[in-house]
Each structure stands twice: as structure tokens, then as C-alpha cells.
């Protein structure tokens, strides 16, 4: 059973920074394609960065130049160093690992807000 446990969210305030952290539990994560999502209160889940088995990343041009995706499969956990971080940013954040383009699984997310 693949678990994906998300941890780091908290209240920071506008300007400030938060390091959330995704642990795989019960399989390898080097197999899997992994990714941060978010979903603010009355939106839909919107992609925020993605990582590739290879660490390529990808971002949203929401987050482009102020998150850092980042990933240490020896410690079978990704990460998301969030910069600069925006009211706009407030949203539940989850993780998303994918296993050879077939199967995807979900944390269960962790809550980020940022307000003074």
C-alpha cells in the first residue's frame, strides 16, 4: 500500500517562506513521476510543480521564480521550498506521485496560509 504523507504547511505571513516535504511510504519513489498540487477554498485543484523520476521540473507560472520543486529519492520524499509567499498562495497543498504513467495516488495534503 503506496502512502504519500505531506508535512511542513502552517500560517506564515506575506514576504515570508515554508518548506512543505512529501514522504513515499511502501514503495520506491525513484519509479515515480512526483508533483505538488494545490486547492485554494471554492477552486478547483491547480498543478503547481512537477518533478520527473529524472528531476526535471516544471512550474506554474503562478509560483515560477518563488518555489523550488526538489526531490531525494534516497530519503524517498520530495519537497517544495515556497519563497516570497503570497495571500493568493493560501491553499490546501497535496502531494502526487504517478507510477509509470499508469497509476496516480495522493497525500492526504497539508494546509498553507499566509496572512498577517
Known amino acids: 500500500q503506496v502512502q504519500l504523507v505531506e508535512s511542513g504547511g502552517g500560517l506564515v505571513e506575506p514576504g515570508g517562506s515554508l518548506s512543505l516535504s512529501c514522504e513515499m511510504i511502501?514503495?520506491?519513489?525513484?519509479?515515480?513521476?512526483m508533483a505538488w498540487y494545490r486547492q485554494a477554498p471554492g477552486k478547483e485543484r491547480e498543478l503547481v510543480a512537477q518533478?520527473?523520476?529524472?528531476?526535471?521540473?516544471n512550474y506554474s507560472d503562478a509560483v515560477k521564480g518563488r518555489f523550488t520543486i526538489s526531490r531525494d529519492d534516497s530519503k524517498e520524499t520530495m519537497y517544495l521550498q515556497m519563497t516570497n509567499l503570497m495571500p493568493e498562495d493560501t491553499a490546501v497543498y497535496f502531494c502526487?506521485?504517478?507510477?509509470?504513467?499508469?497509476?496516480?495516488?495522493w497525500g492526504q495534503g497539508t494546509q498553507v496560509t499566509v496572512s498577517s
Open positions: 502526487q506521485g504517478i507510477w509509470r504513467g499508469l497509476i496516480t495516488y
Open positions: 511502501g514503495h520506491i519513489m525513484t519509479l515515480y513521476d
Open positions: 518533478i520527473t523520476d529524472e528531476s526535471i521540473t
